[in-house]
């Protein structure tokens, strides 16, 4: 088409307009660079629900790659208190993943429950909270938040609760969850020693017709000892976990904030 | 030959064949910065006592070729803060022209409070260290959400609402984190645990003097020029406090030592 109106008396070929010029094709086995928007930055968080609290935890460890980029970089935030420093807040939220989306979420949610208090003139219940969390996750369904979310928090009877959610925003309530980088490392420590599972009372029978030991929560103690314990082993075996472990725990009375040392190699 | 005006200066085509302007298209999807072009290479940065010092060399790499060896990385921000870039010297161009005319806007916006008083710049209600980072991790994360991203790993060295010194770091996918010391690029492997050793904590960092901390900086600035091929011994250094900031564009590197060169054996061709 091009060659047809050439100013090109010569070549009778194609002129100087750059948009006529033909599009030669990319070569062979040419591989196009595109941009990644999305990192790991490593570390790890639980949530561990009791009778009448809910404990958050996470290192605060912020890796890429081999490198550690921060000691301390934490990963538990509260939300939707009436003031920046989240004096009043009764939730309490934890990302784990790519940080910055961490960071975005964390901020969309915030805001949203700080909205929620300036309408209704109460705060958010966790239970809506936890809604409206997963559909702030599911907005994004086509091009992620890419991080591990759990909300913890007290449910309208002063039961422990602990949601935890899928990068788009599947969510179930939960007794207890590990997400992260150590997760599979951790969850089943926690099935054992939360949830009881393959435990049995001894002497109780053979095969099928032995029984279960019996579950009960655990208390606030307990809770703190294990949650120290599963970051203590995570720690030894994964190299993204490490340096600082931050704890809240979400009582009638708020939230308690405690940090703990962790092995910093 | 063609004489016509509209061939004049360019390859012949009957000898370099038709001038292949496929990248050139202004129509099909468009294009962002796929990968950097011309960079800088590592930025670092510590925490002192009463301030932060930061240090950059002057070079600008094309790939391997040492480009530009005259290149200012580290810019002043209403004379308070400091900003360090590592990574595409281009979009470093346009962040610094983007935080010029924000300066100039916030030096309006305060004019009456800036003219009179020097207190920080918290109490004037001017941008502090801690606001510049936000609003820069911001525009870093919208610009990667838009996958067209800003090539830079970015330091911010200055001082937070309660003025405490304050030093954070944002890159091109808009992560951001803090550290009593910070380094990009190669400086991550090989400044980071050096300074680490003089402030692995915050309060190691609230007792090291403004001297050791300008110490620390100049011998990583040594190291990363003894083991970053894409470095230079001529470097900018920087020093916060809430007097200002000190910046100082023409360094040189003292006191080198290659000794240790000669001990190295089994690279490259070498092998006893």
């Known amino acids: 088409m091009a060659a047809m109106f050439s100013q090109n008396p010569l070549m009778n070929g194609p002129n100087y307009s750059v948009n006529d010029a033909p599009r030669v094709n990319a070569p062979e086995g040419a591989r196009e660079h595109r941009f990644d928007p999305y990192t790991d930055n490593g570390g790890s968080t639980l949530a561990i629900a009791g009778a009448e609290f809910a404990v958050m935890a996470g290192d605060t460890r912020l890796t890429s790659g081999y490198s550690i980029n921060s000691r301390h970089h934490p990963k538990l935030f509260k939300i939707g208190g009436t003031t920046a420093d989240q004096k009043d807040a009764t939730i309490v939220l934890s990302v784990v993943g790519f940080a910055a989306d961490g960071e975005a979420l964390k901020e969309k949610l915030d805001a949203v429950c700080k909205m929620y208090r300036h309408r209704h003139g109460k705060p958010m219940s966790v239970k809506a909270c936890a809604q409206r969390l997963s559909t702030i996750l599911y907005q994004k369904r086509f091009f992620p938040y890419y991080a591990h979310a759990i909300l913890g928090g007290l449910d309208e009877e002063g039961k422990g609760a602990v949601y935890s959610y899928d990068p788009v925003g599947s969510y179930e309530r939960e007794q207890c969850r590990a997400g992260g980088a150590a997760a599979s490392l951790i969850m089943p420590f926690l099935d054992n020693q939360v949830n009881f599972k393959n435990q049995h009372i001894p002497n109780s029978g053979e095969g099928h017709a032995l029984q279960e030991r019996e579950r009960r929560p655990l208390t606030r103690n307990e809770v703190e000892v294990l949650v120290k314990d599963a970051f203590d082993g995570a720690v030894e075996r994964h190299i993204e976990v490490g340096d600082g472990l931050q704890m809240m725990v979400i009582t009638k009375d708020g939230i308690e904030e405690v940090l703990l040392p962790l092995k910093k190699d | ?272």
Request: charged share 25%; with cysteine.
């Open chain 2, 1 to 272: 030959m063609d004489h016509r005006p509209q061939a004049w200066g360019r390859p012949r085509d009957d000898v370099y064949g038709a001038y292949d302007a496929s990248y050139l298209q202004t129509n099909g999807p468009k294009t962002a910065t796929q990968s950097p072009i011309v960079t800088g290479t590592s930025v670092i940065a510590i925490k002192f006592k009463d301030g932060v010092v930061m240090a950059a060399d002057n070079l600008a790499s094309y790939g391997s070729l040492a480009r530009f060896t005259d290149v200012k990385r580290l810019r002043p921000f209403l004379s308070t803060s400091i900003v360090g870039f590592g990574g595409d010297v281009s979009d470093m161009q346009f962040l610094d022209r983007h935080l010029n005319e924000l300066a100039i806007d916030e030096a309006y916006e305060h004019e009456s409070t800036a003219t009179t008083d020097t207190d920080s710049p918290s109490k004037t209600g001017q941008l502090n260290a801690a606001n510049l980072h936000k609003y820069l991790s911001k525009l870093m994360y919208r610009r990667r959400s838009d996958f067209d991203p800003l090539w830079n790993q970015v330091l911010v060295a200055g001082f937070d609402a309660h003025a405490k010194p304050f030093l954070a770091s944002v890159d091109l996918r808009g992560t951001t984190f803090t550290s009593p010391s910070l380094a990009t690029g190669f400086g991550a492997m090989l400044a980071q645990p050096i300074m680490r050793r003089f402030a692995a904590t915050e309060e190691d960092a609230a007792a090291l003097t403004r001297e050791q901390a300008v110490d620390v900086v100049k011998e990583c600035m040594k190291v990363l020029f003894y083991r970053d091929a894409r470095s230079l011994d001529r470097y900018s250094i920087a020093v916060v406090t809430k007097d200002g900031v000190e910046l100082s564009e023409d360094e040189q590197l003292e006191k080198q030592s290659w000794a240790f060169a000669e001990r190295i054996r089994g690279y490259g061709t070498q092998v006893v």
